[in-house]
């Protein structure tokens, strides 16, 4: 949510395409939530049905730039992959987001990333908590910040 989010502080006009049931995380703080969907106009896409991939792809018709947060292969079976959408609209950017597939197919490829995993993976929740009690996530989404200024300055 931070690449669209930035997007859309240096001026961009966002619509984000959100599932009939989102993804809700209670330990997000609702800070973050409000800070990461600012600015943006939302439209709701079951984008498992014929009807909601119909509504994203009108709206790739005339986007600049598509930004995908999830799995890659996600994308390929619901025919929303780059070459997909390059086919739609041969001018869009896409910047797909991907925690461990980028790219390339690599061995966690098909595995989804939360930033505490991601936290956890890259040694960083180890620098949080006391010593001798639980490690604990760094209360921002930190992982999320840097690839939203990642993607968004790309």
């Known amino acids: 949510p931070m ?8 001026g961009a006009e966002v619509i984000q395409v959100t599932q009939p049931k989102p993804f809700y ?8 939530g409000l800070l990461a969907h600012r600015g943006k106009r939302s439209v709701l896409a079951d984008l498992q049905t ?7 792809q009108g709206l790739v018709k005339w986007a600049n730039v598509v930004v995908f947060n ?10 929303l992959d780059y070459p997909s959408l ?3 609209n041969p001018n869009v950017i896409f910047c797909l987001l991907d ?13 989804i990333g939360y ?17 001798g ?4 996530h760094a209360h921002i989404g930190t992982i999320d910040v840097v690839c939203g200024w990642g993607g968004a300055f790309s």
């Not at 790219?103 to 098909?110: F, M």
């Not at 930033?115 to 010593?131: C, H, Y």
Request: proline share 9%.
């Open 86 to 88: 390059r086919r739609m």
């Open 115 to 131: 930033d505490d995993i991601m936290q956890a993976s890259l040694g960083i929740m180890d620098r949080f908590g006391n010593p």
């Open 50 to 56: 014929e009807g909601g991939r119909e509504v994203l």
């Open 133 to 136: 009690q639980p490690t604990e």
């Open 99 to 111: 925690a461990y597939g980028g790219p390339r197919e690599g061995p966690w490829s098909s595995r």
């Open 3 to 10: 690449v669209s989010a930035l997007l859309g502080r240096f």
């Open 25 to 32: 995380d209670p330990r997000m703080p609702v800070q973050f």
């Open 70 to 79: 999830g799995v890659k292969r996600q994308l390929k079976s619901l025919g």
